[in-house]
Nanobody, 123 residues
Framework: QVQLVESGGGSVQAGGSLRLSCAVSGYTVARYCMGWFRQSPGKEREGVASISSSARTSYADSVKGLFTISQDSARNMVYLQMNSLKPEDTAMYYC?????????????????WGQGTQVTVSS
């Protein structure tokens, strides 16, 4: 059984930083790409960052240079370091694993999702 558990969310002021963690069980993070997504009320789920099995990273334009995705294969963990946070980064953040049909790892199409961790950025 595959489980993804996110942690590290919280409330911060604009300009602050947070580091999100995703603990994965039942699946090897280095098997294929892993992704971080976010969704705020009334908006579609948005791909934020992804990392391939060869550690190649991709980012949404809105977070390039501000967010960094990484993975620890030994611990089967994926991380999202978020710096210079803005109020518009406020959302529920989700970790995702395994794309049975391949495709762009910044788009939905992952089979396994965590429950999410809330990030709130105040101005």
């Amino acid at each position: 059984q595959v489980q993804l558990v996110e942690s590290g969310g919280g409330s911060v002021q604009a300009g602050g930083s947070l580091r999100l963690s995703c603990a994965v069980s039942g699946y090897t993070v280095a098997r294929y790409c892993m992704g971080w997504f976010r969704q705020s009320p009334g908006k579609e789920r948005e791909g934020v960052a992804s990392i391939s099995s060869s550690a190649r990273t991709s980012y949404a334009d809105s977070v390039k240079g501000l967010f960094t995705i990484s993975q620890d294969s030994a611990r089967n963990m994926v991380y999202l370091q978020m710096n210079s946070l803005k109020p518009e980064d406020t959302a529920m953040y989700y970790c995702a694993a395994y794309r049975p049909y391949g495709g762009n790892c910044l788009t939905p199409g992952f089979r396994y999702w965590g429950q999410g961790t809330q990030v709130t950025v105040s101005s």
